[in-house]
């Protein structure tokens, strides 16, 4: 019998202007910086659909391998993730096409423009996906459990194929509009799929950490 998904919306708190300048790789903006954040936002609007669709997967672990019930994986980071989890929570998370029409837009007339509206992307999809599973964790609390930070595919040893059964279970295009190609590129861009543990006892989620990624020139990395 297929897990039930459910389909939500889930606006984030304010645009983080910080984190938009870390994005830009922006690390002491100025005056006209700030201008051009505040003329981007105020074409974006509230053009901007923050979609998520999600299931929760049982979850058996031994040795670096995982069964997840809709997939088996051998990933020794995930299972290190989900250690002690009997349950996961599986989602997808989107906020439309609004910024590729943008970010396409401006990157043939003004570069600068473009990087703006891909920055406020990441972090407007990096806000869904916080909003949500602090919302998980905390109805998760009222039964007395809690959840993992987030962990998605191509993160760690996690291999980035695990997109398509992801895809599959949530039927992320009939669900929230979200597609996969063959080179496993999401469409909208400024989506995310992810991976979180259901843990025994309350917790706080937070964002993914940056300790087992060996990318260490990362301009990201935290």
């Given amino acids: 019998m297929s897990p039930v998904v459910t389909v939500t919306t889930c606006a984030p708190p304010p645009v983080d202007r910080g984190e938009v300048f870390r994005y830009a790789a922006c690390r002491r903006p100025g005056a006209e910086e700030e201008r051009l954040l505040d003329s981007c936002l105020e074409e974006l609007g509230d053009r901007l659909r923050y979609a998520v669709c999600f299931t929760t997967v049982p979850v058996t672990a031994g040795g670096g391998r995982l069964d997840l019930g809709f997939a088996r994986v051998e990933s020794r980071d995930l299972a290190r993730w989900l250690d002690g989890c009997r349950e996961a929570l599986v989602f997808a998370a989107t906020t439309g096409l609004e910024l590729d029409r943008l970010i396409s837009r401006y990157s043939r007339v003004s570069p600068s423009r473009a990087l703006v509206f ?12 916080d909003t949500f599973c602090a919302a ?30 992801i895809f599959q279970l949530l039927d992320c295009p009939r669900k929230i509009g979200l597609s996969l190609n063959e080179s496993l590129l999401m469409t909208p861009s400024k989506s995310v799929t992810a991976i979180a543990g259901v843990t025994a006892c309350p917790g706080e989620p937070g964002r993914p950490g940056c300790d087992i990624c060996d990318k260490l020139d990362c301009q990201l990395r935290r």
């Fill in 118 to 129: 891909q920055a406020v992307g990441a972090e407007r999809i990096e806000a869904l996906c």
């Fill in 136 to 165: 998980r964790g905390a109805e998760l609390a009222r039964s007395g459990r809690g959840l993992t930070r987030r962990f998605s595919p191509g993160y760690g040893d996690l291999p980035l194929s695990v997109q398509r059964e």
